[in-house]
C-alpha cells in the first residue's frame, strides 16, 4: 500500500515562508525521484522542484529559484519544501509525487504516485 501524504500548507502573508511535508508509507522515498507541483484555480497544474533519486540532485524551475528549496530526509522517509519570500502568485493547492527512473523532470505524466494535495493561500 503506497501512500503519499503532504502537510504544512495554510494562510500566509506576502514576503512570509511555510514548508511542507511529503510523507511516503509503503515504500521508501530514496529509490524514487520526488517532485513538488502546484494548481492555482482556474490553472493547469505545473511543476516547481524535483530531488532526484541516488545523489540527491535537485532542479527548480524560475520562477522559484532562489525562493524555494526542497530537500530530503531519509531516516523519516520524507522529503521537504521550504518557501521563502512568497508572493500572491504562490498561491496554489501544492502536490508531491514519486517518479521510478524520473530523473531532473517535473512532466507530471513521468511520475507514478501522487498525495492529496496542501492549499496554500499567500494574502495580506
Known amino acids: 500500500q503506497l501512500q503519499l501524504v503532504e502537510s504544512g500548507g495554510g494562510l500566509v502573508q506576502?514576503?512570509?515562508?511555510?514548508?511542507?511535508?511529503?510523507?511516503?508509507?509503503?515504500?521508501?522515498?530514496?529509490?524514487?525521484?520526488?517532485?513538488?507541483?502546484?494548481?492555482?484555480?482556474?490553472?493547469?497544474?505545473?511543476?516547481?522542484?524535483?530531488?532526484?533519486?541516488?545523489?540527491?540532485?535537485?532542479?527548480?524551475?524560475?520562477?522559484?529559484?532562489?525562493?524555494?528549496?526542497?530537500?530530503?530526509?531519509?531516516a523519516k522517509n520524507t522529503v521537504y519544501l521550504q518557501m521563502n519570500s512568497l508572493k500572491s502568485s504562490d498561491t496554489a493547492v501544492y502536490y508531491c509525487a514519486a517518479g521510478f527512473g524520473v530523473r531532473s523532470t517535473v512532466i507530471l505524466a513521468q511520475y507514478d504516485y501522487w498525495g492529496q494535495g496542501t492549499q496554500v493561500t499567500v494574502s495580506s
Do not use: H, M
Not at 511516503?24 to 524535483?50: I, N
Not at 524560475?62 to 526542497?70: A, M, N
Open 14 to 74: 506576502p514576503g512570509g515562508s511555510l514548508r511542507l511535508s511529503c510523507a511516503a508509507s509503503g515504500f521508501s522515498l530514496d529509490y524514487y525521484t520526488v517532485g513538488w507541483f502546484r494548481q492555482a484555480p482556474g490553472k493547469e497544474r505545473e511543476g516547481v522542484v524535483c530531488i532526484n533519486s541516488g545523489d540527491s540532485t535537485t532542479y527548480y524551475v524560475d520562477s522559484v529559484k532562489g525562493r524555494f528549496t526542497i530537500s530530503r530526509d531519509s
